[in-house]
C-alpha cells in the first residue's frame, strides 16, 4: 500500500525490443499515404518486405520532416528511412513543431489567425467497382472540395450490351468491403471485349451533393445519379472504423488484389497464347514452342491452386510473356504485311 518507487536500467536492445511492435505498426500507415499519393514504385513490392528506396515516382519527395517527441527515438528514424528512402529531416524541434501546429489551430478556432484557410475534403474514397470485383478510386480520400474526375471504362466481356456502375465508398480494395452509395446501369451497343468507350465523372459540389455521371461516347447517351449528403456527411465513428479496418487488413487486401489483377491477366493471356500458337506455330522452332508450352503450363498450374502466392502468379504471368516475344512480334509483323496488301516490299 501507499507509493512505491521503481527503478531499473533499460538498455536500447531491450528497450527497442519492446518498442518495435508498435514503432512497425505505423509501417502501413506510410505506405497508404504513399499509395494515396502516387508515389509507390508498385505497391506489390511493399509486400515482400523493406526495399533501400520505395519512393520512386515523378514527383519524388524532397524531405520527411519528423514531429513529435517520439520521432527523437533512433529505431524510429530508420523505420523512416527505410520506408521513405529518405534520411529524415531532424533540422525542427519535434516537441516545438506540435505545440506551434495547436497553437495555429486553436488560433483559427478563435478568430485570431485569419491567413489559414480550412477547407472541406471528402473523408473516405470514392469509386466504383470494376470486373473482378475491385474497388476503382474515381475521388482519392482527403480530397478538396468541390472536386471533379473522371475516368473511362470499357466492356470486360463480348458482346456485352450495359454497364452495372456501382458508386462505392471506402479504402478497402475489393468492392464487396466498401459502401455501396447507389448504382444505375448505363447500355450501349454489343460488340467485341474492349470496343465499349464509357466515360464516367464524379463531381462534388461545394454543398457536399456527389453528382455521378456515366457516358457511352459512341451516342452520348447519359445516366445520371445524384447522392445528397452520405458522399461528404459521414459520422467520424464510421470513417473512423472503416480506415481502421482497411489498415487492419491492408496486406491480405492488396495480396487478394494483385491475385485477382494477376488471374484476370492470366484468364486473357493463355487463349491468346493458344490461338497464336495455332495460326504461327509452324513458323517456330521446336524449343521455342515448347518453352511457350512450358511457360503457360506454370500458369496453369498457379491458377489451379490459389493457395498460392499472388507474386507466383504474377511472376509466372512475366515469364509466358517473355516466352511469347518472338511469337507475338511474328503476328504483328503478319498484321502490317495484311494491312500493306501483303507485303512491305511491294
Not at 479496418?245 to 491477366?265: P, Q
Not at 493463355?270 to 521455342?288: T, W
Request: glycine residues 8%; hydrophobic residues 45%.
Amino acid at each position: 500500500a501507499g507509493t512505491q518507487s521503481f527503478s531499473t536500467v533499460l538498455d536500447r536492445a531491450t528497450f527497442e525490443k519492446i518498442a518495435r511492435p508498435i514503432v512497425e505498426r505505423t509501417r502501413v500507415h506510410c505506405l497508404r499515404a504513399l499509395g494515396a499519393a502516387g508515389m509507390l514504385d508498385g505497391i506489390d513490392q511493399t509486400l515482400s518486405g523493406p526495399r533501400s528506396n520505395p519512393v520512386e515516382s515523378d514527383r519524388p519527395l524532397d524531405r520527411v520532416i519528423l514531429v513529435g517527441g517520439s520521432t527523437r527515438i533512433p529505431l524510429v528514424r530508420r523505420l523512416v528511412e527505410e520506408v521513405f528512402g529518405l534520411v529524415p529531416d531532424t533540422s525542427q524541434n519535434p516537441d516545438e513543431a506540435v505545440a506551434l501546429g495547436a497553437a495555429i489551430q486553436a488560433g483559427i478556432l478563435c478568430g485570431r489567425v485569419r491567413q489559414v484557410v480550412l477547407l472541406d475534403v471528402t473523408p473516405l474514397s470514392l469509386g466504383i467497382e470494376t470486373f473482378g470485383g475491385l474497388m476503382n478510386v474515381i475521388i482519392p480520400r482527403n480530397t478538396t472540395i468541390p472536386a471533379k474526375a473522371g475516368e473511362l471504362f470499357t466492356n470486360a466481356m463480348p458482346n456485352q450490351e450495359s454497364m452495372l456502375v456501382r458508386v462505392l465508398q471506402g479504402e478497402r480494395e475489393m468492392a464487396r468491403d466498401n459502401w455501396e452509395l447507389g448504382n444505375f446501369t448505363i447500355e450501349f451497343a454489343p460488340g467485341a471485349k474492349g470496343s465499349a468507350r464509357v466515360g464516367v465523372q464524379f463531381a462534388i459540389d461545394a454543398n457536399g451533393i456527389l453528382t455521378v455521371l456515366a457516358r457511352d461516347t459512341a451516342t452520348n447517351t447519359d445516366r445520371v445519379l445524384e447522392i445528397r449528403d452520405a458522399a461528404v456527411d459521414v459520422d467520424d465513428e464510421r470513417v473512423e472504423a472503416m480506415i481502421s479496418e482497411s489498415v487492419d487488413h491492408a496486406f491480405d487486401d492488396m495480396n487478394e488484389r494483385i491475385w485477382t489483377e494477376a488471374r484476370m491477366k492470366s484468364e486473357e493471356l493463355l487463349p491468346a497464347v493458344d490461338q497464336a500458337l495455332a495460326a504461327m506455330g509452324n513458323s517456330l522452332g521446336e524449343e521455342e514452342i515448347r518453352g511457350i508450352r512450358n511457360a503457360a503450363v506454370a500458369v496453369k498450374q498457379i491458377l489451379d491452386d490459389p493457395a498460392k502466392p499472388a507474386q507466383s502468379l504474377k511472376r509466372a504471368n512475366q515469364a509466358l510473356d517473355e516466352a511469347t516475344e518472338a511469337l507475338a512480334a511474328m503476328l504483328v509483323e503478319r498484321a502490317l504485311e495484311r494491312a500493306l496488301g501483303g507485303g512491305l516490299g511491294e
